[in-house]
């Protein structure tokens, strides 16, 4: 990993020496203490297992564990539409705020109770056995940040019918694609979004994908917009038709008993090749997981306002906007749109208004603030605020800073906090009561996780050695496999360091012990904190009848982290334009959605091959960010690479 040129800037981050120990009156009244710490595997996750959630029937053993397959909390039976709704209903916190909902449009708000909660899903899961939903029913969800969505989701919950929720910046081939590899037979949509101002027309989407998801019945199409195509005589219902008239009686639609390992939803992320994995995860494992880590790591209160500023269409929003939150009772902001509508200081207002004490968010929305400027969050009173968070890619130092200074008041900790689709939950993160934090740092594994450092041969580095991030125990929430795909699942992650879960990350430990993320160390890039496979976008870009080869990479970009480059060979015929350019970004938008389009595309005769035909995607990302090219012994035709470059600089010129 040593001619990795990603390693230098890891080894300016490790040359970072602020650091920062909690504030003592943090300290004193943090949810997690050290003697977290001290607490085995074995004892941790009994205790959270037992406590956290409420149980129909108790577990009767902890965990099993078969590599590559685990299994937790076992003979134990839940609901976890239960665990997030009704128990708080019944332990006379009904009248507490489960959400404040802020729509894009200024103005539009609603505080939903539990009790309110509870109305509505029993109501709408009552709407959904009538279209034949039950369990193990698998249904499809995309939407925009609404209050239906964790409706829908904690509904399906409720009946034992396992969901997929689909981002609602998709496109319809990727909803399409979605629905089919899971077998839907229900979509729960929406008539259009709001984002930016603009209208996002998710019921349209969904209609081109249903076209070709013949085994879905029924979509079910909530109103937010009031406009946007027709209801399909026959396969569509209207939200309120479905549940305007059901009973919100509990009684009417008891909570599903499922098993601990009953699969509760999949959630597709990509991975190195163009289809995405379907991640699962199972019901018990994930809900102690989720909870048990927001309860300590975002300190939440019972009367805390916590806003997680995510997308519920990623896996941030399932584990901590709904999941996690709910089972805990907390009181969370659910925020429709952008950062920047109508103003720049959005967000801000929200925090000042509902006076949001925990704030969790991603380095790209960060940097964009910072590009901002500091003076639309210098207009409000954010003292409220006790604790940051950040996830979804490594921040740089300055990034942290900014946010600890200029949101934080320069008082609060920030936790950068590791995990990933498939771990379902944080498992590398400072205890903001405890830890000492470094601008930069995931500081230290959750207690009861083990994530280690390892060179190729799955060797343990000494500290200050960068390597391979694995972890070498189960954890509740870990993925249960991919959907369907058993070798797959054994292929990514357990076939290149035998018996270690392999992350795809490249990590360091400094001579604290404490965690420094480098990135991916495989295909896949990481856009605004989302993850994209370079080979997605090449079979997007080649499924263009102008294309006859592409190849992708991600480049070093200020405000997103990584953006998307593209190297395009036409076919004969075709002649590179400014019109093609556009044509094929929007071609790669169509096929994956708009945060897949790339920044650039660079046409070139030929692409840099090995003598065996393999592209070499390491010199490309070279040429991308402008470095002295890598390796090039063993490409076929050495000249190709020298020609790429000097288009790619024509391009560069051109964009200045
Ligand atoms: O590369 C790591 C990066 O995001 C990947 C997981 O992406 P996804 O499954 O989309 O989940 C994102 C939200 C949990 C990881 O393999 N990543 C996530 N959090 C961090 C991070 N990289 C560095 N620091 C983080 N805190």
């Not at 009417?252 to 163009?274: I, K, R, V, W």
């Not at 946010?403 to 498939?422: A, K, L, S």
């Not at 207690?447 to 280690?452: K, Q």
Request: charged fraction near 25%.
């Amino acid at each position: 990993m040593t001619t990795d040129p990603r390693d230098h800037a890891i080894a300016a981050l490790l040359s970072e020496e602020r650091s920062y120990p909690p504030p003592e009156d943090f300290a004193a009244g943090a949810n997690a203490q050290a003697d977290l710490y001290e607490r085995s595997f074995e004892e941790l996750w009994e205790t959270e297992g037992r406590e956290r959630v409420t149980w129909f029937e108790p577990f009767t053993e902890l965990y099993e564990w078969e590599p590559p397959y685990a299994k937790w909390y076992l003979g134990g039976r839940l609901n976890v539409c239960f665990n997030c709704v009704d128990r708080h209903v019944e332990s006379g916190n009904g009248d507490k705020v489960a959400y404040h909902w802020e729509g894009e449009p200024v103005g539009e708000r609603e505080a939903i109770t539990f009790a309110g909660l509870q109305e509505r899903v029993v109501r709408f899961a009552n709407g959904l056995k009538k279209l034949g939903v039950g369990k193990g029913t698998p249904v499809g969800i995309y939407m925009g940040m609404i209050p239906e969505l964790p409706v829908a989701m904690l509904a399906c919950a409720r009946l034992g019918a396992p969901h997929t929720v689909v981002f609602g910046g998709f496109s319809a081939d990727a909803l399409a694609g979605r629905l089919n590899d899971m077998g839907c037979e229900v979509l729960i949509t929406q008539d259009e979004g709001w984002r930016k101002g603009a209208n996002v027309p998710l019921k349209a989407n969904a209609d081109e994908a249903l076209a070709r998801c013949p085994g879905v019945r029924h979509a079910v199409v909530a109103r937010r917009t009031g406009e946007g195509p027709a209801l399909r005589e026959g396969r569509d219902v209207a939200w309120d038709e479905l549940a305007g008239g059901e009973s919100a009686d509990p009684a009417t639609c008891p909570c599903e008993p499922m098993d601990s390992e009953d699969l509760l939803y999949l959630l597709y992320t990509s991975g190195t090749t163009a289809k995405p994995k379907g991640i699962a995860h199972t019901t018990a494992g994930y809900l102690v997981g989720t909870a048990t880590t927001h309860h300590y790591i975002f300190d939440v209160k019972p009367d805390s306002i916590y806003w997680c500023a995510a997308d519920i269409g990623w896996v941030t929003g399932h584990s901590y906007i709904v999941y996690g939150p709910l089972c805990n009772g907390t009181t969370s902001v659910l925020y429709e749109g952008t950062p920047d509508f109508p103003d720049r200081d959005r967000w801000w207002e929200i925090v000042e208004r509902y006076r949001v004490d925990v704030l969790y968010t991603a380095p790209t929305a960060i940097r964009a603030h910072m590009k901002w400027g500091t003076e639309h969050a210098a207009k409000h009173d954010l003292s409220s605020l006790r604790l940051l968070g950040s996830v979804g890619e490594p921040i740089n130092p300055e990034a942290w800073m900014w946010y600890r200074e200029n949101i934080g008041g320069g008082r609060t900790p920030v936790v950068d906090t590791w995990w990933q689709t498939e771990t379902g939950m944080i498992l590398i993160s400072p205890l903001p009561g405890v830890t000492t934090v470094k601008p930069g740092s995931a500081t230290q594994p959750f207690p009861g996780i083990d994530a280690a450092v390892v060179d190729e041969r799955g060797e343990e580095v000494p500290n200050g050695q960068g390597g391979y991030l694995v972890l070498r125990k189960p954890w509740p929430a870990m993925l249960r496999g991919l959907y369907k795909e058993h070798d797959r699942y054994v292929d990514t992650y357990w076939s290149r360091f035998p018996g270690l879960y392999f992350t795809g990350d490249g990590a360091k430990r400094d001579e604290d012990g404490d965690f420094w993320l480098m990135g991916r160390v495989d295909d896949v890039m990481n856009v605004s904190g989302h993850r994209i496979s370079t080979i997605e976008v090449e079979s997007a870009l080649v499924d263009h009848p102008a294309v006859a080869e592409a190849a992708v990479c991600g480049r070093k970009d200020d405000l997103t982290g990584e953006a998307i480059v593209a190297f395009v060979t036409l076919k004969g015929s075709e002649e590179a334009s400014v019109e093609m350019l556009d044509t094929l970004r929007e071609h790669v938008a169509q096929k994956i959605g708009k945060i897949a389009r790339p920044a650039n595309i660079v046409f070139t005769p030929e692409l840099p091959k090995t003598r065996s035909g393999k592209i070499m995607r390491r010199l490309l990302r070279d040429v991308s960010e402008h470095r002295t090219l890598g390796d090039t012994t063993t490409l076929a035709d050495p000249s190709v690479v020298e020609e790429i470059r000097d288009r790619a600089e024509d391009e560069k010129a051109k964009a200045v």
